[in-house]
């Protein structure tokens, strides 16, 4: 495949900046590491913390929509009718939600 003029001498053009010293490049990234990337993971940490803080632990009402928990056929662990990552107080069952165990 042949190429055109244009594209060839685009890639002399990159070829030749890639050549080029990269001074410096470590210490920016380290720096902006340090500056945005941590402080930002700090700020998302702290903001799931007051969001699990200020929401209410109650179940949810069990509205049995018809298109929502469908069992064509069982589940090939436990009883058939859990999911494989359950949790007894947020998934309901085709029948409403288990018993609270708190």
Not at 34 to 57: D, E, R, T, W
Not at 83 to 91: A, D
């Amino acid at each position: 495949m042949f190429a055109s003029p244009a594209a060839l001498a685009a890639r002399r053009v990159l070829a030749a900046a890639s050549a080029s010293s990269h001074e410096g490049g470590a210490k920016t990234w380290k720096i902006l590491t340090f500056v945005l990337a941590l402080p930002g993971v700090g700020v998302c940490i702290a903001n799931a913390y007051l969001k699990m803080q200020a929401h209410s632990h109650d179940q949810p009402q069990f509205v049995p929509y018809p298109h929502l928990r469908i069992r064509t056929k069982k589940f090939p662990w436990g009883d058939g009718n859990h999911s494989l990552f359950h949790n007894h107080h947020t998934n309901a069952l085709p029948g409403g939600f288990e018993d609270s165990h708190h």
